[in-house]
Nanobody, 116 residues
């Protein structure tokens, strides 16, 4: 499974961005897709995940309703809509594919910078 994340950039606080993660290869083996992020000097943290089949979603508490994960199975693409962005959301955002409930496939990150 190959993953390509895009959509990052520079945005002012309070703004929005939509990240995309295009999956290719043996995508049928994945049971879920997720988004993670890693800020400078910090550990990688889980943001959200969505199952490929039923569309069940899970979010970290810090999202507080600001982010929404969605998928387009026809395009093998997962999205992360981020609203009300804060400077502390600045990080490199990664998408990942889960196999047997473990995120085993990772794409390169896309950088998000939120200015105050």
């Amino acid at each position: 499974v190959q993953l390509q994340a895009s959509g990052g950039g520079l945005v002012q606080a309070g703004g929005s961005l939509r990240l995309s993660c295009a999956a290719s290869g043996r995508t049928f083996i994945a049971d879920a897709m997720g988004w993670f992020r890693q800020a400078p000097g910090k550990e990688r943290e889980f943001i959200a995940q969505i199952s490929w089949s039923g569309g069940r979603t899970y979010y970290s508490d810090f999202v507080e309703g600001r982010f929404t994960i969605s998928r387009d199975n026809a395009k093998n693409t997962v999205y992360l809509q981020m609203n009300s962005l804060k400077p502390e959301d600045t990080a490199v955002y990664h998408c990942a594919a889960s196999l047997s409930n473990e995120f085993k496939y990772w794409g390169q990150g896309t950088e998000v910078t939120v200015s105050s």
